[in-house]
């Protein structure tokens, strides 16, 4: 009855029977050591290989390679018919065929539950756990191109009650009806900490890898390129949880209608880093179908290239997500670009992360589709885009019974899956009262390059709130191509912190509000007008419209509180309209940027002042030779030195220089703080010397200057040969006082002066040049020759050192020619 393999090699090849080709075994088949190798058998009915009738496989230790190997009904290449298989040696089946269930092995639990076989075990049936497939951590099982029957046919490599898988797996070109790889009625768990990996299975209807009542992954697990009809890679009729600790990659794996790697009634995830590349479904969710509520309490999900019809990511009943999720490049044809959820898309835990990349719909919902949307964490939506509306999330206030329909099209008896989703939408539905068509945001949110044809951003059939102060909300490049660039809703509510940055929508409105709109704290940048359209009410406070140049919100009712525009704009206040906007032509406002506040009056553009030269919306030049003051800048001044008024510019930066360095005063006739008028004229200013040899130097040109001029008038009284009176020295007196600084000027324009002083001019106008260039005259001022001498610079001072050298020059003339 019972069979023992402990050492030795064992070979079947070519062995045909109606039950068990190589092996008929009636009790149980232990083997610790040694080798068994089955090639070329054909059973007529099951087991191609081996046959156990009432007892187990305890595949301890050893070998067991079976290889085109054939039956009829059950189990290609082992049949156990009452028993469980536990494996903790080296298991390969390659080749191997059942037409109707079991391509490599099946283990089964008695159908009829009144046989002779379920009385006689009772309860012992589910302690022994008959039917099942146990495999250890030491247990390894590969198997390659083995199928059922492809019409009927399940479980490509093995069909069983039970599954654990503990240790490595290696499935490679499998296929079945149903269940390409494995068919468990009850539950498969794979909790191996090694390595699972089926690659390139198919199952013509559920579950390209996987088709049971449940599933539970608890280790690593990796599929690629798998395919049916429904459940690309797995297909759960009851649930599938991946627990604490799941490592799963699915890559690839595509079903005709509906769940592209994963259909289940309920899907959750406790743990793990779930990631799905490439999957996708002609109906519905391109990677995971749920018709349940998919709560995930931990753990990561990404999503990469997924597309679908609906959801290009996942369908669902609602999404609860605690933990992390990414979704980058997913796509569908109808609403949900990355998700699709008949009910309610809930970020629940403020540690969660969502993050949506360049997910597109071609309907609405560039990422998120759902009558509800809560957000408590950190959401982030980069570069969605939906055709219709809600660039990054379209959220509708009615559920379309339409899209619960299972993946059987049969009626609605009541095993269909599109009755157990309506039974379990019934059970949600008092969860949506009152929330249907709302979007809550009370954690980080960032809406970058999101578009849609309405509401760039969001799209909201009720209210749009951010209740939480401490919330924050960014909207970055978001356009519309109708209206709502950044949200459209009922009644729109952010209390938290708020940026919109160039949004703009071609028919206007930056917020598009069918009701109500508050907003006491934001910051609007580069956005298009108007910013608020609302039908009923518009309140704002502590708001800041920042390089827009046309500021403009409509509603019947608007109360506005510091509401700040840029510099350079006007204000306006009108029936149903308030804002601000450019100035009209040859106007300007550089006084401050208007204040949008009920209690203060509108801030006008003036005129700009004679002598512009230039002017637009935020700047203004003058012609050189005028300038203007901040008190009025609509009255400009002309400048007796034109070169001293540069030609100034007025702008909302800033208010520019007027005159030039040296100058300053109305009608630049003053000079600076170390420039000193020349006494030629008192239009032009010249610059103090700052080293000491530079201040001796010009105080001996002050000086010796007068005494020359001087000088040749004395010559010029004294060549006469008749006795000079003392009238005549007091007349040249006084007509060198009065014209001593014209004449000079004169005199140096004569031959006989420039004859006389070539030589010494050019020398003084070199070493003047050298010792500051940047006076821009080689005139001297008496202002300076006192701040050398630390005298005060009063108009009297400079009038008394002017007369000093004269005043001398006739007295010392006096004294030595006699009164």
């Known amino acids: 009855q019972n069979v023992t393999l402990s050492n030795g090699r064992v070979v079947a090849r070519g062995s045909n029977a109606k039950w068990g080709a190589a092996a008929y075994v009636g009790g149980s088949f232990m083997m610790t050591g040694g080798s068994l190798l089955v090639e070329n058998s054909t059973a007529g009915e099951s087991g191609g290989g081996l046959y156990i009738k009432h007892g187990h496989v305890h595949h301890l230790g050893g070998n067991v390679t079976m290889l085109n190997s054939i039956a009829g009904v059950y189990g290609g290449g082992v049949y156990i018919s009452r028993g469980k298989y536990h494996l903790a040696g080296y298991l390969r089946f390659e080749n191997c065929f059942a037409t109707s269930s079991g391509g490599a092995l099946q283990a089964r639990y008695p159908q009829n539950e009144d046989s002779q076989e379920i009385k006689r075990l009772g309860k012992k049936a589910l302690r022994y756990r008959l039917g099942t497939f146990n495999q250890t951590l030491s247990g390894v099982l590969e198997a390659k191109n083995c199928s059922a029957g492809l019409h009927s046919g399940e479980g490509g490599v093995m069909a069983t009650q039970d599954n654990i898988i503990a240790g490595r797996v290696l499935v490679d070109g499998c296929r079945a009806s149903t269940a390409g790889c494995f068919e468990v009625k009850r539950l498969w768990d794979v909790k191996s900490s090694g390595s699972v990996v089926l690659r390139n299975c198919h199952a013509e209807n559920y579950g390209g890898a996987f088709m049971g009542s449940a599933a539970t992954v608890q280790g690593k697990l990796e599929v690629i390129n798998c395919s049916a009809s429904v459940g690309g890679t797995i297909y759960a009729a009851r649930r599938l949880s991946f627990a604490e600790g799941s490592l799963v990659r699915i890559e690839n794996s595509s079903a005709v ?323 601000c906007r450019s100035c009209e032509e040859n106007k300007l406002q550089v006084n401050g940027g208007p204040v949008l506040d009920d209690e203060l009056p509108v801030k006008q553009c003036w005129p700009a002042p004679r002598g512009t030269a230039e002017i637009d919306t935020y700047h203004l030049k003058l012609k050189k030779g005028y300038m203007t003051q901040k008190a009025n800048i609509t009255r400009s001044f002309r400048c007796p030195n034109r070169m001293a008024c540069i030609g100034g510019s007025v702008s909302t930066d800033g208010w520019g220089a007027m005159c030039a360095d040296g100058y300053e005063g109305q009608g630049c006739t003053k000079c600076a703080d170390d420039f000193g008028p020349t006494d030629s004229t008192v239009f032009v200013c010249v610059r103090c010397a700052s080293q000491r040899w530079q201040q001796n130097f010009q105080m001996a040109r002050f000086v010796l200057q007068d005494l020359l001029l001087f000088g040749l008038s004395v010559m010029g009284v004294s060549s006469s040969t008749r006795k000079v009176d003392s009238k005549i020295l007091t007349n040249h007196f006084m007509s060198f006082l009065a014209a001593a600084g014209p004449v000079l000027q004169a005199v140096q324009e004569t031959p006989t002066f420039s004859h006389i002083m070539q030589s010494l001019d050019l020398y003084l106008e070199g070493v003047s040049s050298a010792v500051d260039k940047d006076s821009g005259s080689t005139g001297i001022s008496a202002r300076c020759i006192l701040n050398y001498l630390n005298f005060p610079t009063h108009w009297w001072a400079r009038i008394m050192l002017n007369l000093l050298t004269p005043f001398l020059s006739v007295l010392a003339l006096t004294l030595l020619r006699g009164w």
């Not at 995930?296 to 990469?304: H, I, L, N, V, W």
């Not at 898309?345 to 403020?350: G, K, P, R, Y």
């Not at 509000?513 to 934001?522: L, T």
């Open 257 to 579: 209608t509906q769940g592209g790697a994963i259909w289940s009634r309920a899907v959750s995830q406790a743990g793990g880093d779930i990631s799905f590349q490439n999957c996708r479904s002609t109906t519905k969710g391109g990677a995971i179908h749920s018709s349940e509520v998919l709560p995930q309490y931990a753990g990561s999900m990404s999503f990469t290239s997924c597309s679908s019809r609906l959801g290009g990511a996942m369908f669902v009943l609602a999404l609860e997500a605690r933990g992390n999720m990414t979704f980058q490049e997913c796509l569908s044809a109808g609403p949900g670009g990355a998700i699709h959820a008949v009910g309610a898309v809930e970020q629940l835990s403020a540690d969660s992360y969502m993050t949506f990349k360049r997910c597109k719909s071609k309907k609405s919902g560039g990422a998120i589709f759902s009558v509800y949307l809560s957000q408590q964490g950190h959401m982030q939506f980069l570069n969605c885009k939906a055709r219709r509306s809600g660039g990054a999330a379209s959220i509708n206030d009615a559920i379309n019974l339409e899209y619960l329909g299972g993946p059987k099209s049969k009626g609605l008896d009541a095993d269909s899956p599109s009755a157990s989703a309506r039974k379990a939408l019934l059970k949600y539905s008092p969860k949506l009262k009152g929330l249907k068509g709302m979007v809550l945001l009370n954690g980080s949110s960032e809406f970058r390059g999101c578009k849609a044809g309405a509401g760039g951003a969001l799209f909201a059939r009720s209210d749009v709130l951010l209740t939480r102060r401490l919330g924050h909300a960014a909207f970055r490049n978001c356009a519309a191509d109708a209206f709502g660039g950044a949200l459209h809703g009922r009644d729109i509510q952010l209390l938290g912190d708020v940026l919109f940055r160039n949004v703009s929508a071609l028919a206007g409105g930056v917020i598009q509000s069918v009701g109500s709109v508050e907003v006491p704290g934001a910051v609007m940048q580069q956005t298009s007008a108007p910013q608020i359209s609302a039908l009923k009410l518009i309140q704002m406070s502590n708001v800041s419209v920042e390089n827009t140049s046309h500021v403009w919100f409509v509603a019947p009712e608007i109360h506005l509180k510091d509401v700040r525009c840029d510099n350079g704009l006007a204000s306006f206040k009108e029936p149903h309209h308030v804002g």
